[in-house]
Protein backbone atom coordinates (compact mmCIF):
# COMPACT_ATOMS: atom_id res chain seq x y z
CA UNK A 1 0.00 0.00 0.00
CA UNK A 2 1.17 3.49 -1.02
CA UNK A 3 0.31 6.19 0.90
CA UNK A 4 1.07 10.08 -0.61
CA UNK A 5 0.94 13.26 0.91
CA UNK A 6 2.28 16.72 0.58
CA UNK A 7 0.48 17.83 -2.47
CA UNK A 8 -1.08 21.63 -2.81
CA UNK A 9 -1.41 24.80 -5.07
CA UNK A 10 1.90 26.52 -4.96
CA UNK A 11 2.49 29.34 -7.95
CA UNK A 12 5.47 29.36 -10.11
CA UNK A 13 8.61 28.85 -8.54
CA UNK A 14 7.72 28.09 -5.30
CA UNK A 15 8.10 24.53 -3.64
CA UNK A 16 6.51 21.31 -2.02
CA UNK A 17 7.81 18.31 -0.63
CA UNK A 18 6.04 15.37 -1.16
CA UNK A 19 6.19 12.01 1.20
CA UNK A 20 4.69 8.34 0.33
CA UNK A 21 4.51 6.04 2.82
CA UNK A 22 5.26 2.28 2.31
CA UNK A 23 3.28 -0.60 3.73
CA UNK A 24 5.97 -3.30 2.46
CA UNK A 25 8.47 -5.40 4.76
CA UNK A 26 10.85 -5.50 1.16
CA UNK A 27 10.77 -1.49 1.19
CA UNK A 28 14.18 -1.08 2.08
CA UNK A 29 15.89 -3.74 -0.57
CA UNK A 30 13.14 -2.25 -3.33
CA UNK A 31 13.76 0.66 -5.83
CA UNK A 32 11.21 3.58 -5.45
CA UNK A 33 10.02 6.01 -8.02
CA UNK A 34 7.43 8.95 -8.41
CA UNK A 35 5.50 8.97 -11.00
CA UNK A 36 2.58 11.88 -11.99
CA UNK A 37 -0.29 12.32 -14.26
CA UNK A 38 -1.63 14.97 -15.66
CA UNK A 39 -5.32 15.27 -16.82
CA UNK A 40 -6.30 12.89 -19.88
CA UNK A 41 -2.53 11.56 -19.70
CA UNK A 42 -0.89 8.16 -18.87
CA UNK A 43 1.54 8.17 -15.91
CA UNK A 44 4.48 9.50 -16.61
CA UNK A 45 8.07 8.39 -14.89
CA UNK A 46 9.78 11.60 -12.83
CA UNK A 47 12.53 9.93 -10.55
CA UNK A 48 13.41 7.04 -8.64
CA UNK A 49 15.69 5.72 -5.99
CA UNK A 50 17.42 2.45 -6.04
CA UNK A 51 17.76 0.47 -2.49
CA UNK A 52 21.35 1.61 -2.34
CA UNK A 53 20.02 5.43 -2.45
CA UNK A 54 21.54 6.00 -6.44
CA UNK A 55 18.78 8.38 -7.78
CA UNK A 56 17.62 8.73 -11.59
CA UNK A 57 15.65 11.71 -12.76
CA UNK A 58 13.99 12.66 -16.34
CA UNK A 59 14.99 15.35 -18.32
CA UNK A 60 12.34 17.27 -17.20
CA UNK A 61 13.02 17.98 -13.53
CA UNK A 62 16.68 17.60 -13.58
CA UNK A 63 18.01 20.33 -11.16
CA UNK A 64 14.55 21.02 -9.59
CA UNK A 65 13.53 17.81 -8.25
CA UNK A 66 15.17 15.39 -5.22
CA UNK A 67 14.30 12.55 -4.54
CA UNK A 68 15.54 10.57 -1.21
CA UNK A 69 14.36 7.64 0.96
CA UNK A 70 14.40 7.55 4.76
CA UNK A 71 14.42 2.79 5.42
CA UNK A 72 13.73 3.04 8.75
CA UNK A 73 10.25 4.67 8.12
CA UNK A 74 9.50 3.45 5.13
CA UNK A 75 8.99 6.31 3.21
CA UNK A 76 10.14 8.12 0.09
CA UNK A 77 10.48 11.79 -0.45
CA UNK A 78 10.25 14.08 -3.19
CA UNK A 79 11.61 17.94 -2.90
CA UNK A 80 10.13 19.71 -5.97
CA UNK A 81 11.69 23.08 -6.39
CA UNK A 82 11.35 25.52 -9.16
CA UNK A 83 7.91 24.50 -9.87
CA UNK A 84 5.97 25.30 -13.20
CA UNK A 85 2.94 24.80 -14.62
CA UNK A 86 3.61 21.96 -16.53
CA UNK A 87 4.22 20.44 -13.70
CA UNK A 88 0.41 19.67 -12.47
CA UNK A 89 -0.74 16.70 -12.23
CA UNK A 90 -1.83 14.26 -9.54
CA UNK A 91 1.53 12.37 -7.81
CA UNK A 92 2.21 8.83 -7.20
CA UNK A 93 4.91 6.67 -5.30
CA UNK A 94 5.74 3.00 -6.21
CA UNK A 95 8.00 0.02 -6.46
CA UNK A 96 9.82 -0.18 -9.46
CA UNK A 97 12.72 -2.17 -11.32
CA UNK A 98 14.91 -1.47 -13.78
CA UNK A 99 14.79 -2.64 -17.35
CA UNK A 100 16.18 -1.66 -21.10
CA UNK A 101 17.57 1.43 -19.23
CA UNK A 102 14.49 2.90 -17.67
CA UNK A 103 12.16 2.30 -14.72
CA UNK A 104 8.84 0.75 -14.70
CA UNK A 105 6.18 -0.14 -12.08
CA UNK A 106 6.31 -3.49 -9.77
CA UNK A 107 2.57 -4.00 -9.91
CA UNK A 108 -0.03 -2.91 -11.52
CA UNK A 109 -1.14 -1.02 -8.50
CA UNK A 110 -1.35 2.98 -7.83
CA UNK A 111 -2.29 4.30 -4.46
CA UNK A 112 -4.55 7.99 -4.34
CA UNK A 113 -1.77 9.64 -5.39
CA UNK A 114 -1.58 13.48 -4.03
CA UNK A 115 -2.23 16.57 -6.51
CA UNK A 116 0.07 19.10 -7.12
CA UNK A 117 -1.33 22.54 -8.53
CA UNK A 118 1.21 25.24 -9.91
CA UNK A 119 -0.67 28.49 -10.99
CA UNK A 120 1.13 30.68 -13.52
Known amino acids: QFVESGGGLVHTGGSLRLSCAVS????????MGWYRQAPGKQHELVAC???????NYEDFVKGRFTISRDNAKNTVFLQMNSLKPEDTAVYFC????????????????WGQGTRVTVSP
Open 24 to 31: ASTFSINA
Open 94 to 109: TMVYAAAGTYYPLWDY
Open 49 to 55: IDSDGST
